[in-house]
């Protein structure tokens, strides 16, 4: 009972009750409607649907911590949909963003190769070029529908990495990562068209962002659900609206903080707490619809974050001990800004309710993906992922021999991981060393201990990227 009052007062508080999800959007006017359906149908191929093409949807938000979910020893904050997910899938403990920041992150997941790779390797304005190939372009000459709803980061509009230039059949969000900080913004960007919100104009606050993505996710699955489809849902919360933060002290920007409001917690605690129980509602959302759509068998759904929380809008990660056991958050690349929690849910396909610490990182979704789809890679096209379809379907697989990262604020940083060995290096200082098996927490260096094992992580390092103008290694 108490189970059940609490999910009736979140569908309540939402506006979004089961029986409504795959509705319009009702709050919108009729104009602000016509506008968001009109779709890119002309530019599909008709094609008969494949069984042996799942339909894949990729949930990835924004700053989750990997303590932050129930199912990963979070105690606080409820996340029962996420929970469930992962009672009837598989649930990964050694699962890494591809940076500690999201617009590399998200370079890495669409492009299949890691940061010290890929075009975008750092918070900036660089977009994806021509010649860059992303998931969602060798998707869709497979013959999927495509959608990308919420953030992308990776190419502003008129730009060669705005994304319905990038394989996107359908897009709606924000183009500009620092823009979507405002999680009342008075635009978004659909289909490369400016989209005016007039509920938030002059300062109105009356279309939440993130409620408006998840219900454009349902009405993307319920429009094409007789195609193939890839759904990359990337929902900014439970980032931080820096910029209110400063101005208020509270940047964790919600229209209600329930069900935590009579909690005796800071207030933006509250609201962050309530921003992740949102997403597991919005989790929820698609779930029952794939559910309702009988697609439950024919649809691989992925959930994951971009990387470690942050401690921006007033908030503090060890408040809900966000980074659950290891070290470090978000712009670190030690554990707690790199590893994340992984959920991938197949009925059919994905056993339930099990655990597996097999490494995998952000680029590894490019080629898993595209073995899903039976779609065939580019010729000479470059990548440092494999596909992680074995372990899916829980078959031993080999790892990487190695995994790397960079990062590039306030001088340069890479980080390494070779089988349970963590090397984590700041551009003209010695490497650490961390044993992940007996030391999650990174706490204690042994790099003088094992020189042998240093010398063979600084040999891998000196062939493990390419220059880059905008992202070369440097110290502050």
């Avoid at 984590?424 to 990174?442: H, I, M, N, Q, T």
Wanted: hydrophobic fraction near 35%; proline fraction near 6%; charge should be neutral.
């Amino acid at each position: 009972m108490r189970l059940f009052r609490f999910l009736t007062s979140m569908a309540l508080l939402f506006g979004l009750g089961m029986s409504g999800f795959a509705e319009p959007l009702r709050d919108w006017s009729k104009q602000e409607k016509l506008e968001f359906m009109r779709t890119n149908r002309s530019k599909i191929i008709p094609r008969l649907a494949r069984m042996d093409q799942p339909n894949i949807v990729l949930i990835l938000v924004d700053d989750l911590g990997y303590g932050d979910l129930g199912c990963y020893g979070q105690e606080k904050i409820k996340t029962l949909y996420l929970d469930q997910m992962a009672k009837e899938g598989l649930r990964f403990t050694s699962a890494y963003a591809g940076s500690t920041v999201c617009a590399p992150s998200r370079s890495t997941l669409m492009t299949g190769q890691h940061t010290g790779h890929t075009r975008v390797r750092g918070n900036a304005e660089v977009p994806l070029q021509t010649n860059d190939v992303t998931v969602a372009e060798i998707l869709q000459k497979s013959g999927y529908v495509t959608a990308m709803i919420g953030k992308w980061g990776l190419g502003l509009e008129d730009t060669s990495g705005e994304p319905n230039r990038k394989g996107f059949t359908e897009t709606l969000g924000y183009y500009d990562q620092t823009l979507a900080h405002n999680y009342f913004p008075e635009s978004l960007w659909r289909n490369g068209q400016k989209l005016p919100l007039a509920g938030n104009k002059d300062g109105k606050k009356e279309v939440y962002a993130p409620d408006l993505f998840a219900r454009s996710a349902v009405n993307f699955m319920n429009q094409y659900k007789q195609s193939p489809f890839f759904l990359y849902f990337a929902c900014t919360l439970p980032h931080a609206n820096n910029e209110l933060g400063r101005k208020s002290g509270n940047g964790m920007e919600i229209s209600s903080d329930h069900p935590y409001t009579g909690f005796d917690w800071p207030q933006p605690e509250k609201n962050k707490a309530a921003m992740i129980t949102r997403i597991d509602v919005y989790v929820g959302m698609i779930l029952d619809t794939i559910k309702k759509l009988n697609l439950d068998r024919q649809t691989i759904v992925i959930f994951t974050s971009d990387n470690g929380p942050h401690q921006e809008g007033g908030v503090d990660p060890a408040f809900f001990k966000s980074s659950g056991p290891l070290r470090g958050i978000k712009r670190d690349l030690y554990e707690g800004g790199i590893r994340v929690p992984a959920i991938v849910r197949w009925p059919g396909q994905v056993a339930p309710g099990t655990t597996s610490d097999f490494p995998w990182a952000f680029w590894d979704f490019l080629p898993t993906a595209a073995e899903l789809a039976k779609a065939p890679l580019p010729d000479g096209l470059q990548i440092d992922g494999q596909s992680i379809v074995p372990t899916l379907h829980g078959k031993p697989q080999k790892p990487h021999d190695f995994l790397y990262w960079e990062f590039h604020e306030k001088g340069s940083q890479q980080a390494v991981r070779m089988g349970d060995w963590k090397a984590v290096r700041k551009f003209g200082s010695a490497l650490e060393l961390y044993d992940l098996k007996s030391d999650l927490g990174e706490t204690n260096n042994v790099a003088s201990a094992h020189p042998d094992e240093v010398k063979r992580i600084e040999a891998y390092l000196s062939k493990a990227r390419t220059e880059s103008a905008e992202w070369p290694l440097q110290s502050k």
